[in-house]
């Protein structure tokens, strides 16, 4: 697991908490869950903190969207897409709006989730 550090409120990682004074940390999973994926303030680096249902839309978005640097985009799919996956399929949650955003990238999401529910294969792996 990532750790990550707060200094002059900004998430930083570990490598650049330590050319600083006073860094605040370490906080585990980079950070903690958040809406959005967390890269560190100073040197970019992806901090591979878990999402909420809301970070799971955002991300899907973005990668629909495919504005900004492509190998970020890259990073958060590889990171986020089968494990929000597995996360809807034992989810009681409403997330209707997640499985909309997702459903641009893999579609669709539900048929999807049903199938593995019935197969007890998780499609997005492989
Ligand atoms: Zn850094």
Do not use: K
């Not at 370490?26 to 999402?51: I, K, R, S, V």
């Not at 899907?60 to 996956?85: F, K, M, Q």
């Amino acid at each position: 697991m990532t750790n990550a550090y707060v200094y002059d409120a900004a998430l930083i990682c570990e490598d650049c908490a330590q050319t600083v004074q006073g860094a605040d940390g370490p906080y585990g999973d980079g950070g903690g869950e958040a809406d959005c994926p967390q890269h560190c303030d100073m040197c970019g680096t992806f901090l591979d903190n878990p999402l909420t249902w809301d970070g799971y839309a955002y991300v899907a978005d973005a990668i629909a969207d495919g504005h900004g640097n492509p190998d970020v985009l890259a990073l958060w799919r590889a990171r986020y897409l089968s494990e929000c996956t597995a996360r809807l399929v034992t989810t009681a949650d409403d997330i209707d709006g997640v499985c909309h955003a997702w459903s641009h990238i893999r579609a669709p999401m539900r048929t999807s989730v049903a199938q593995h529910a019935t197969q007890g294969s998780n499609p997005y792996e492989r």
